[in-house]
């Protein structure tokens, strides 16, 4: 006894249907026998009978092709709203980082008076009121930014109006603003400041510098340098 094993293909059947309701039909593949008894055990009629049907179509479910093409669609809706969820989730991330950096700093420049210098000295606050991030250093007076971003500076003087006082802030090797108050018999001290946003780099440094011939008041609290990181870059 041998049986022919036929394989069944699906394909759409759009004739004698209306639109919007399409249906499938399943038929023997081509070249491929359908499966049938063997003809020396089937009745001449039975015989011709399944000869004439053997590859007549046999219905599948009837909106199978629509709900497959659906599909496809379906997969790529979840798809693109899977690749922008993981957007957003990108950001997050990155607004999240953006918070945990906080650099703010504000120091004394203590220890009473300070010069006057026969040459330009670098100013060191040692007396660190807040130091968040740690980018100040008190042994120097140097801040390096720790990130890119935009920072805002400010510093304040206090001298006796007997010598004058000249102070720059400095990004690197560049002077950027200045302070500065002339000597006057007139008055026995006197105030100057000045406030800059700079576009750093990491690892760029910003001091200030005393020219030579200067004084300045560092006891108290009058004479100090702040800083803080406005928005990174």
Known sequence: MRHSEARL???????????????????????????????????????AWSDDNATEPKPCYPDICKLLEDFGALT????????????SE??????????????????????GYVGPFSTDRTLVYS?????????????TGVFT?????????????????NHPQRVNLYK???????????????????????AVFLQLQ??????????AGSHLWGGESQTTFSGFLVTQM
């Open 9 to 47: 293909a699906c394909k759409p059947a759009n004739a004698g249907n209306t639109p919007g309701n399409t249906a499938c039909s399943c038929s023997a593949a081509a070249g491929e026998e359908p499966q049938t008894r063997d003809a020396t055990r089937r009745s001449p009629r039975a015989a």
């Open 76 to 87: 790529e809706k979840v798809n693109s709203v899977e690749t922008r969820l993981q957007d």
């Open 90 to 111: 990108n950001q997050i991330l990155e607004l999240q980082h953006k918070e945990r950096t906080k650099i703010i700093f504000s120091a004394l420049l203590g220890g």
């Open 127 to 139: 007396r660190v009121i807040t130091n968040l991030g740690n980018a100040y250093s008190p042994g």
């Open 145 to 161: 930014a720790p990130v890119a971003g935009v920072y805002y500076f400010t510093f304040f003087c206090h001298a006796g109006g």
């Open 172 to 194: 690197n090797s560049l002077a950027i603003v200045m302070a500065s108050d002339h000597s006057s018999k007139y008055d026995s001290a006197d105030n100057a400041g000045n």
């Open 202 to 211: 990491q690892g760029d440094r910003v001091y200030l510098r005393m020219d």
